[in-house]
Every structure is written in structure tokens, then in C-alpha cells.
């Protein structure tokens, strides 16, 4: 989990806005692999989402305190799907759609300034992905402390994929 972790945080580093995006929608299904290995990728996706995301895109507005939900599991495994499958960031065809239709993002315009998480017409939802690379980077580090007393899972962590050095020096095996 450290390397896709720190993949993360050299993306967003880089200003790799796509391998951010990228490496943001997928670390929740991976993440709800370990937790509901035997659940498909839709249910875990959404139900990590639910538990690890949902509240920052949770809000109460007004003095009444109604509250507007930004983005849900559905939509968020829905962007997911079309980003990581179609390339595209519209998602009225994916099955797993509930409320928005297509997502906008947008780079970081100074290091100060975030423009994030604003609703447009009802079913567009504006995000930047610095931002929005940030918050699912944060969800996965509070879900690795969740998870730490847990040896089954943190056993599973241990056999992610590896990209290996080869050092020619020492020879070359597999």
C-alpha cells in the first residue's frame, strides 16, 4: 500500500493531475478489496466511500442546517468506472449513477486558492484534483490506522504488486 501511497504523493507533487485522478479512484476499491474481499467492486467501493469520504462531502447549509450531499458512493463509483474504463468524466450511463451527470475538474490555480466541491445546475460537481487527490490520500491514511490492529488485513497489504529495482550487479532472477 506504501508505493501506490507514495505514488499519490509524488503525483501530486509533479502536478501529474492525471495519475492523481487516476491513482484517487482507484486506491477506495482496492482499500474495500481488503475489507470485503468476498464483495464485488461496486458494493466496496461504495461502502468505503460511504465510511471514509461521505462526510467531507456531507454538508448542512442554511440556518435550517438542510444538508446537500456533494457526492455519493454511487456517483463516485460511477466516475470511477467511466474515468478508469472510457477516459470520460460523464457518467449518465453508468449503472451505478444516482445524482450527478458529469464532473469538472480543475487544476490548482495558485498554491492559496481552492475552488472545490461546487455544484453546478444540480448534477455537475466541480472538483479540483490537487484537492481532491488530498482527500482520498488522507481517507486511505485513516483507513491504514483503522485497520492496523488487524492482522489478516494488514497480512493482506503484503501482497500488493511490487515494481522491483533489478540490480544487474547482483545478477538477474525472478
Known sequence: MN???DSL???LITENWYAVLFISLTLPDICGKIDEPDKGSKI?????FNKYLAPIYT???GPECIEHVFLTGGDFYALRCAYLHE???EIVNQKAQEI???FKFIQPLTPNINIHRNAFNGNILQLQVSEFGKEILNAVEKWLVD???DADKINKLKNFLNIELIDFSKGFTL
Not at 44 to 48: Q, S
Open 9 to 11: 504523493r509524488k503525483a
Open 3 to 5: 508505493n501506490f501511497i
Open 44 to 48: 466496496r467501493t461504495i461502502n468505503w
Open 87 to 89: 477516459g470520460s468524466d
Open 100 to 102: 450527478l451527470h458529469r
Open 147 to 149: 485497520i492496523s490492529t
Open 59 to 61: 454538508v448542512k447549509i
